[in-house]
């Protein structure tokens, strides 16, 4: 099974969270739950995640908390208000703070799913018109790529190119050879 995706679930319903828990985890999606802010907020800064699907109203830390900070450690985190306030100038207020969704409770797993699957496929989108529109810098000893995505440009950790591509694109890396390398193997091990 190919996990497609990293969500954080963040409200203070005990319910809601093991609901949305177990519907996405069906989805092939790896999913963490926090019941409030603060810890969510501590989370985001250890681990980044594809998608946050945030409560509004919680505990002394907000949902708006938590999309701010998760735009602010890595602004391409697609982030979900998930909430039971139904009011259009908040709405629009939300997307301002670059909130990327906004689902009102209760709502129809279909749904839900739909607009998961929907955020996902922009932020791959995005990432991947990203990644060939920038200098990709790679080491020319190792070849590792320095990954910039989430941090300021020239700060990023060094990784090796395959979980590099693998991350940023989702495909499977494999190693091959292109033909003029092979052809290269081959003279060689004749000539030995």
Not at 52 to 70: R, S
Request: glycine letters at 4%.
């Amino acid at each position: 099974m190919t996990v497609v995706g990293s969500i954080l679930v963040v409200d203070d319903e005990k319910r809601i969270r093991d609901s949305l828990r177990v519907l996405l985890t069906r989805e092939r999606y790896t999913v963490q739950t926090r019941s409030r802010g603060e810890n969510a907020i501590s989370l985001l800064r250890k681990t980044a995640f594809d998608l946050v699907i945030t409560n509004l109203f919680m505990g002394e830390v907000k949902g708006i908390a938590v999309l701010q900070d998760a735009k602010a450690r890595c602004p391409d985190t697609m982030v979900m208000l998930h909430t039971g306030y139904e009011d259009l100038e908040f709405f629009i207020e939300a997307l301002q703070m670059d909130a990327d969704d906004y689902i009102l409770k209760p709502c129809e797993p279909a749904e839900l799913k739909r607009r998961v699957a929907r955020s996902l496929e922009k932020q791959a989108s995005r990432r991947q018109a990203a990644a060939t529109g920038k200098i990709l810098p790679v080491c020319s000893v190792c070849k590792k790529v320095r990954d910039d995505s989430c941090t300021a440009p020239g700060c990023g950790e060094w990784v090796r190119m395959e979980d590099y591509l693998g991350d940023k694109t989702r495909f499977r890396v494999t190693s091959t050879f292109c033909p003029a390398c092979a052809l290269k193997i081959k003279r060689n091990l004749e000539e030995s």
